[in-house]
Nanobody, 122 residues
Framework: QVQLVESGGGLVQAGGSLRLSCAAS????????MAWFRQAPGKEREFVAA????????YYAGSVKGRFTISRDNAKSTVYLRMNSLKPEDTAVYYC???????????????WGQGTQVTVSS
């Protein structure tokens, strides 16, 4: 079992920055692929970014590429999402996800956090 706890969300003005953190505990989380998804009110959960544990591959959604950066610190069992140049359309609950085998952009990860709210005002 893996537990994921997100933090770092909040209210920010358009053009601002935030850094989300996801602390993982449980099994050997350094060997888990990690990802961020988000869900805006009335919309389906969508992929944001993912990072592989094994070969360093990183994926980004087109809407965040160039503005968001995913990274991980295996020693701290933590994955980060640095978000720059935030836009009102980035407003959503952001979820951290983990899986020992699946790595991709689909809603296939086994473990999920509770989410952290990000609100971007115009």
């Amino acid at each position: 079992q893996v537990q994921l706890v997100e933090s770092g969300g909040g209210l920010v003005q358009a053009g601002g920055s935030l850094r989300l953190s996801c602390a993982a505990s449980g099994r050997t989380t350094s060997r888990y692929h990690m990802a961020w998804f988000r869900q805006a009110p009335g919309k389906e959960r969508e992929f944001v970014a993912a990072i592989s544990w094994s070969d360093g591959r990183i994926y980004y959604a087109g809407s965040v590429k160039g503005r968001f950066t995913i990274s991980r610190d295996n020693a701290k069992s933590t994955v980060y999402l640095r978000m720059n140049s935030l836009k009102p359309e980035d407003t959503a609950v952001y979820y951290c996800a983990a899986d020992s085998s699946y790595f991709g952009t689909a809603y296939e990860y086994d473990y999920w956090g509770q989410g952290t709210q990000v609100t971007v005002s115009s």
